[in-house]
């Protein structure tokens, strides 16, 4: 499929989940076996245009007519693992949380109702047919949740500055580090900058978060997203890789605030205190994520 453009999409963050090839059942575990072998990769700003780009046909398609064949691939120790793209199951998912983040006049204005409703009837059908569905990627707009911080280390943080590519051997070991056959348009190397860890390590970084939290208050939106991301984990492979990847937020913001971003050295630092009993240290770390991120979400409305 063509590029849509090589318009650069700045503002989502992505939460991934890779399973191995083994997790996969026939015939797609050898769809996949192939794919991982394909030379140009699309990257997640490719799949951002094609997503935009179904929305400038007027009716417009929220979601695609069919899924998907896309994934995201990286190899470790030798095993290939796989993050297919499910576009159109994540369309249908973010389309029913639409309602809760535009005004209905804009909504109706960018989605028609009737364009909604086709689209729910027919994500009803499909999910009759296909209970067990779930989304490998989390998809978060001019920021990165806090509770998908808790699942990966200080010492896992990945940043690469910006690099300029001739396209030649340079650019070749970038898609390396990018993990997911990037290609960064214009000739430009991006910034990266991410978190990997192993799902066994997220999973026990989860309960332990939890533990500390609910010790330390009764409810609240930290403690109710780690549960929904926990319960979202325990759907795969045990020996699967977790990746929080910044995605688009890098275009957005200066290499200089990317560089000092050490969020998931805060959030660690937060539930550490609160795990001894330091209520003035839990909150000198949350400060520190508050004010960090506000001023990331401004930045959507600076232009």
Not at 92 to 121: K, M, S
Not at 145 to 150: K, S
Not at 200 to 223: C, F, N, S, T, Y
Request: charged content about 25%.
């Amino acid at each position: 499929m063509p590029k849509v453009s090589s318009v650069i999409v700045p503002y989502a963050s992505y939460l991934r989940v890779y399973e191995p090839l083994a997790a996969f059942p026939e015939p797609e575990r050898s769809h996949w076996a192939r794919y991982a072998r394909r030379p140009g990769r699309p990257s997640y700003q490719d799949e951002l245009r094609r997503s935009l780009a179904d929305l400038v046909p007027t009716p417009p398609v929220p979601v695609p007519v069919h899924e998907s064949s896309d994934a995201f691939v990286l190899e470790t120790d030798g095993v290939v693992c796989v993050c297919p793209w499910r576009t159109r199951l994540r369309g249908w998912q973010a389309l029913g949380e639409l309602a809760g983040q535009l005004p209905t006049p804009v909504l109706d204005a960018v989605l028609p109702p009737v364009v909604r409703r086709q689209a729910a009837a027919d994500y009803e059908q499909w999910l009759a047919r296909n209970p067990d569905a779930r989304p490998w990627i989390r998809t978060a707009t001019w920021h990165v949740p806090l509770n998908w911080f808790v699942l990966v280390s200080d010492e896992e943080r990945c940043f690469e500055r910006a690099y300029q590519s001739d396209g030649g051997d340079e650019a070749d070991g970038a898609e390396g580090v990018a993990g997911a056959g990037a290609e960064e348009p214009s000739g430009a190397g991006a910034p990266v900058l991410r978190y990997r860890t192993p799902m066994v390590q997220a999973r026990r970084r989860v309960a332990r978060g939890l533990k500390a939290l609910r010790d330390a208050m009764d409810e609240g939106p930290l403690i109710d997203g780690l549960v929904d991301v926990g319960r979202w984990l325990e759907e795969f492979h045990p020996r699967s890789l977790v990746e929080l990847d910044y995605g688009g937020l890098v275009h957005a913001l200066p290499e200089e605030l990317l560089d000092e971003d050490h969020s998931a050295a805060d959030v660690a630092a937060g539930i550490a205190a609160l795990r001894a009993g330091d209520g003035a240290g839990a909150g000198e770390a949350y400060a520190r994520l508050v004010e960090r991120w506000r001023a990331v979400r401004e930045r959507q409305f600076s232009n």
